[in-house]
């Protein structure tokens, strides 16, 4: 069974940074695509970044050059460093894996979710 626990998440001021970390069991790491998705209260799941198996990297225009995802798979973890926070950064965010190499921004196409972790970023 795939668990995925997400950590670090938290209050920063705006301008401020934090990173992300997602713990994979259960299924065979190194092979799997991994993505990072947001969701405000009463609005749909936002795809923030994406990291394939070989570590190529797709990036939400609203994060490009701010977030960075990345992967160690020795560790079966994957990281969300976000840095230069917006308010509107604000959301829960949640890991997910795609029983796949390949990555995707769709998060109809990922079968794995963790719990969320909650980012809040005060002016």
């Known amino acids: 069974q795939v668990q995925l626990v997400e950590s670090g998440g938290g209050l920063v001021q705006a301008g401020g940074s934090l990173r992300l970390s997602c713990a994979a069991s259960?299924?065979?790491?190194?092979?799997?695509?991994m993505g990072w998705f947001r969701q405000v209260t009463g609005k749909e799941r936002e795809f923030v970044a994406s990291?394939?198996?070989?570590?190529?990297?797709v990036y939400a225009d609203s994060v490009k050059g701010r977030f960075t995802i990345n992967r160690d798979n020795a560790k079966n973890t994957v990281y969300l460093q976000m840095n230069s926070l917006k308010l509107e950064d604000t959301a829960v965010y949640y890991c997910?894996?795609?029983?796949?190499?390949?990555?995707?921004?769709?998060?109809?196409?990922?079968?794995?979710w963790g719990q969320g972790t909650q980012v809040t970023v005060s002016s």
């Open positions: 990291i394939s198996w070989g570590a190529t990297t």
């Open positions: 259960g299924r065979t790491f190194s092979t799997a695509a």
């Open positions: 997910a894996m795609r029983s796949s190499m390949w990555a995707r921004m769709s998060a109809t196409d990922y079968d794995y």
